[in-house]
């Protein structure tokens, strides 16, 4: 794996500076839910297929979903209103590479791999009955590094559903595993007060270990002076958890049983471009 840095699918975590600086509360509230419902929230494929609802009916409306209040309706009342929890909605899109093919240079066979289109969520405790539906269209519509995500996309897309869990405090900043916690990191330089998180997958993602991740935090929190042993002995550190669920557009139709932008193009009646459906989505 080559240890280049790429676009990071937390970098709206910084809009939430509220819940970023409130995340030792957050710890103990989130804790606090899940011993009152005696259950740790588990991301589920149903998550992700109401994210999936939830756009096409703000992208195409009734014509694509009739029943999607009702039907929305009934599955967030199998959430319990209790349950809490930090979380992150991310979208991603499929994109298509050629190879070429031996010395013709003639296209073989496609790659195909998602891209980040748009992630945005929550490091404060929040009701997944509400939140969960929140930012699926805030991740989609308002993420600020991209345009907002076009009806001619939604057949490209994979969602994420994130629900972050298990917050605990480690006995120094290096305590803590790689691919399995998140990290949230806090300290005090000059009676200035900074902060930063990676969710569990960062960190593995770009090939580091325990301490160049929390010196790549460090300077995501605005310090740029050298990092000595004693600056990280001085540093609080909280790890928790990852709950992860993903769902294609392909694998969502599956699960609803019929096609939801078909569905739309027939209520319609449009005429696709030359090329059928697959020109007028762009695909």
Not at 141 to 164: C, Y
């Amino acid at each position: 794996m080559q240890n280049r840095t790429k676009k990071s699918p937390t970098i709206n975590e910084d809009q939430d500076k509220a819940g970023v600086s409130r995340i030792r509360s957050a710890t103990k509230e989130s804790n606090d839910s899940a011993i009152e419902s005696r259950d740790i929230p588990v991301a589920t494929p149903e998550m992700c297929h109401y994210c999936f609802d939830v756009i096409i009916n703000e992208l195409l409306g009734c014509d694509a979903l009739p029943n999607h209040d009702e039907r929305s309706s009934a599955f967030l009342q199998t959430i319990p209103n209790t349950m809490q929890c930090p979380l992150f909605v991310t979208w991603d899109k499929r994109v298509l590479s050629n190879k070429s093919s031996g010395i013709s240079g003639r296209s073989g066979i496609s790659d195909v791999s998602f891209r980040l289109r748009g992630c945005i969520g929550s490091l404060s405790p929040l009701k997944l009955c509400t939140a969960l539906g929140d930012y699926a269209l805030t991740s989609a519509f308002r993420d600020t590094r991209f345009d907002p995500i076009a009806s001619h996309e939604i057949m490209q897309l994979k969602v994420w559903v994130s629900l972050l869990v298990k917050y605990e405090e480690c006995d120094d900043c290096l305590d803590w595993e790689v691919g399995k916690h998140g990290i949230f990191i806090s300290f005090t330089v000059d009676s200035n007060n900074h902060n930063a998180t990676y969710l569990p997958e960062v960190a593995s993602s770009q090939g580091w270990t325990n301490k160049e991740a929390i010196e790549s935090l460090v300077r995501k929190a605005g310090y740029r002076m050298k990092i000595s042993d004693e600056f990280l002995a001085g540093i609080k550190c909280t790890r928790y958890q990852s709950s992860k669920q993903d769902l294609t557009y392909a694998s969502y139709v599956i699960l609803k049983g019929h096609d939801p932008v078909q569905a739309a193009l027939h209520a319609r009646e449009l005429k696709p471009k030359k090329g059928g459906l697959r020109s007028w989505l762009n695909l």
